[in-house]
Structure formats: structure tokens, C-alpha cells
């Protein structure tokens, strides 16, 4: 179903979303998406008090990776790890496609190791923290060419730890959204050597993303099916009793599809971790409202309860916009409550979205329009700072912040000719009612928090 059809549906479902369990997808405070942007594909893992999810990069992959890091699960800063990059993980048959789909893992001698498709290949680096600095792991060719299967696609590989600290590789996808293969082989050691011949184990329906999970005896291979780009992607899963397989479809699969009435379009490509003993499923669905405009692919990242059975079945997901977490804390930081004006581009667009705690929605100004982003604090108070998270974090902006007791006579308190990140830090100490932040014309501001 493409185009207009999904939205009629889309339409539909948000009719009837009132209704729902969950809360709507635009409404303020939904903590899903986790992460203020476009991003696919993730990988999470927890060093210490501190979680690091890596990502692809949408419109549909990046010379580089995203890395967004939390002390809190909540509040989210964004970097660019130094390894991979297009140019440092290439070879003669990667093509012209960009990094996609990292894998993180902590392997048994201690160091952290991450799998990335480049092209129709597979890349491995290593790392002392998942904050880096990275380095390539394998003599900077590909652990898996293009050559290795060619009727097939080498991306999506995914590294699983067993219990007893054994490594296996898991990879594979079709082309043309059909007729996807999973590979796995042991690892060796040192996490780059491949221990024997690499298997096909592929399960029924499977198109591409595996994850391995174990529960006791269980080896339970979850993974995507369907197309990203469509309201058909989906999460599926086969149980087997090694980690080789056989693996036959489990009960309740497909586990998490694409849900109107909650307003959750073609979720897919996770991650499975614990926290606070608790299974969560972390993946990427479209953004909203879905389809975009144009041809771009604008996928987001969100977080939901997984329930493992101890005969290995998994129930169905309940996709939501409010993402709880064990150990995340309940709510971001709002800062100092304010109330926005200014001029947006529609309705679904104006300047109340920049402060209602909700990464699916944002401000963009009126064509024609001053850019200008007017926050009231209602009274003279001391303001430190702006954080502002802009739509695509790799992006680079012209930003200004004004201040003014009366909203007559304003000053210049900061300026960032050539900002990027997320968030984006001013600094500006002064004692306002009124702030104003101006943003290139164009531009889409997530959420303006001031402190």
C-alpha cells in the first residue's frame, strides 16, 4: 500500500486514536520517538550509568553514523562517531550506497566491537567504549564482500554473545525487497575470525534485521519482513535450539506491525535489550505524518515492552507514543514552562510544537514569514540557556537568540552562525520575559528548551 491509500489510512486511524489505549502520536509529552530526528536501524548498549544507541542516518543513510548518548534514557545528545565513514570503510565493489545498520556489542575479552554495512558489505571496528575512538578491525578490507553470495545483500550483520561468552555473526537481506537470506557463523575470539563455514538458516518470511535473542533453552532469531518504505514492515520471529537452528516461526509472529489506529507506520529493524530485568524492543517506523513529501525515507526511533515467555514465544508488541522504560526516568527535562507564538507553516506545524515535548512534531515557520520563534516566560526571571534540537541534527544552522522585558525593546544575547548537533547549546544570561529565536526560513525546530 503506497501513497495515498496509507494515508487514507493513517487518516483513519488518527480519527479513532482518541479511543485508543495509547495517547495520540501528537500529543504533548509523548516520550515516543525516543530520539529528536530521522534515524533507523538502531543499536543500543548500556557502559556503565550511561546508554549509547548508534544509528543509521536518514533520508536513507549517511557517509557517517549516528551516535546519541543518555545518562537518564531521556535526554539525548547526538555526535558522529569517528569510525565508520564512507571514505574509511570502502572498498572496490561497495558502490555508492551509505553506511547503514551498526551493530554494538561487548565481546568476551572485553573490547566492543561494531558490524556495519557499507554498500553490499560488511565493515568491522573495535573500540576500548562504545564512546570510541573506533578503528578498523579487519585490516580495512570487509569481513563479508560482496562476492561472499551476490544473488544476496551482505548488510545487516548482528553480533550475538551466548551465555557462556561464544560469538556468532547474523546477516543477510534479498534485493528488490524479496527473496531475503540469513547467514550466521561462529566468531573466534578475537571477534573477526570466522569459526567454520557460515550457514544459511533462513526462517520463513524473513527479509532482513536479524537479532538474536536466547530465553533458557531458546534460541529465538527475530527479524524484518516486508518493505521499510510501505506500511508492510514488520517484526517477525522463528524459535530454534541452537543458534544455528532449525528454526521454525514462533507463535504470534509477526509480533509488531504497522497499527493505523495508533498511528505506528512499518515498524522494524530493532534491537532487543534489558533494563531493570525488563525486555524492550527498540526499532525505527515512519515518521509522521507519513508519507513525506517527495521521495525522501524519514524513519524514527522508538521504544516499546517486549514479553518473553519462558517456552521462548513472544507476545505481540503494543507499539506506543509513550515508551516506558525500567530505568529510564518517566519524563525529560522541560526546563522553564513558557508559552510559545509565532508564525508556523499550517496548523500541525505552529509554534506551540516547539514546546510541547514531543519529538514526532515540530515548528517550521510560514513561508514569507519571519523566522521567529516568540517564547513568553510570563513574568522577569533569570534565563541561562537554549537548548534546541533543529529537525536534522547534521544539519548546519544560523541561529540567534533575543531577549526583552517588555516584547518592545529587544537585544542580541546569542548568536551561532554554523551550529549543528542536538541539542544545540546556547548560552545567554539575562534576566527576560520574553526570548526570541530566529531560525533559517526553512528550518524545523523539534523542541526550544530554556533553562
Known amino acids: 500500500m503506497r501513497g495515498g491509500s496509507v494515508a487514507a489510512v493513517l487518516v483513519a486511524g488518527l480519527l479513532v486514536a482518541a479511543a485508543a489505549p495509547a495517547p495520540r502520536w501528537d500529543s504533548p509529552g509523548a516520550a515516543n520517538p525516543l530520539l529528536p530526528g530521522y534515524f533507523a536501524d538502531p543499536s543500543i548498549v548500556r557502559d556503565g550509568a550511561r546508554w549509547y544507541i548508534f544509528a543509521t542516518i536518514d533520508p536513507w543513510g549517511d557517509d557517517r553514523l549516528g551516535l546519541w548518548t543518555s545518562d537518564n534514557g ?26 547503514w545498520a551498526p551493530s554494538v556489542v561487548k565481546a568476551a575479552n572485553g573490547r566492543w566491537y561494531m558490524y556495519v554495512s557499507v554498500g553490499s558489505e560488511v565493515w568491522v571496528g573495535s573500540a576500548a567504549s562504545p564512546a570510541g575512538p573506533w578503528a ?14 551476490p544473488d544476496y545483500h551482505m548488510i545487516d550483520a548482528e553480533a550475538f554473545i551466548d551465555d ?15 527473496n531475503g537470506h540469513c547467514f550466521v557463523v561462529k566468531l573466534k575470539p578475537d571477534m573477526v575470525t570466522f569459526d567454520g563455514t557460515p550457514r544459511d538458516v533462513t526462517p520463513a518470511h524473513y527479509f532482513e534485521g536479524p537479532f538474536m535473542v536466547r530465553q533458557g533453552k531458546h534460541y529465538l532469531l527475530t527479524y524484518s519482513d516486508g518493505k521499510t518504505t510501505t506500511d508492510t514492515y514488520k517484526v517477525r520471529y522463528a524459535i530454534g535450539d541452537t543458534p544455528f537452528g532449525p528454526f521454525r516461526e514462533g507463535p504470534d509472529s509477526p509480533i509488531l506491525s504497522t497499527d493505523a489506529a495508533r498511528s505506528v507506520i512499518s515498524p522494524g529493524h530493532h534491537a532487543v535489550f ?31 515492552l517486549l514479553t518473553i515467555r519462558p517456552d521462548g514465544s513472544i507476545a505481540k508488541v503494543v507499539p506506543s507514543h509513550g515508551g516506558a522504560v525500567n530505568g529510564f526516568t518517566a519524563h525529560r527535562d522541560p ?43 510570563g513574568a522577569i526571571r533569570p ?20 531577549g526583552s522585558r517588555d516584547g518592545r525593546v529587544w537585544q542580541k544575547l546569542a548568536t551561532a552562525d554554523a551550529a549543528t548537533g542536538s541539542p544545540i547549546d546556547l548560552h545567554h544570561p539575562a534576566r527576560v520575559r520574553y526570548l526570541r529565536l530566529r531560525v533559517p526560513a526553512d528550518a524545523g525546530v523539534w523542541e526550544w528548551t530554556l533553562r
Not at 78 to 91: E, G, I, R, V
Not at 284 to 299: E, S
Request: proline share 9%; aromatic share 12%.
Open 74 to 99: 531521556r535526554d539525548w545528545r547526538f555526535s558522529l562517531p569517528n569510525w565508520p565513514t564512507k571514505a574509511a570503510a570502502t572498498s572496490p565493489s561497495s558502490g555508492d550506497s551509505k553506511v
Open 136 to 149: 578498523d578491525a579487519n585490516g580495512g578490507k570487509p569481513l563479508i564482500a560482496k562476492a561472499f553470495a
Open 164 to 178: 557462556d561468552g561464544q560469538a556468532y555473526l547474523y546477516w543477510g537481506s534479498g534485493w528488490n525487497w524479496t
Open 274 to 304: 534489558r533494563s531493570g530485568g525488563q525486555p524492550y524492543i527498540l526499532y525505527h517506523r515512519q515518521g509522521l505524518p507519513f508519507p513525506p513529501p517527495g521521495d525522501a525515507v524519514l524513519r524514527q526511533v522508538a521504544v516499546d
Open 335 to 377: 526546563g522553564l514552562r513558557w508559552r510559545a507564538s509565532g508564525q508556523g507553516s499550517d496548523a500541525l506545524h505552529g509554534p506551540a510544537r516547539a514546546a510541547d515535548d514531543n519529538y514526532a512534531t515540530w515548528w517550521t515557520p510560514a513561508a514569507g514569514a519571519a523566522p521567529l520563534l516568540t517564547a513568553d516566560l
Open 383 to 402: 534565563v541561562r540557556d537554549s537548548a534546541v534540537r533543529m529537525r536534522f541534527p547534521t544539519h548546519y544552522y544560523a541561529l540567534s537568540v533575543e
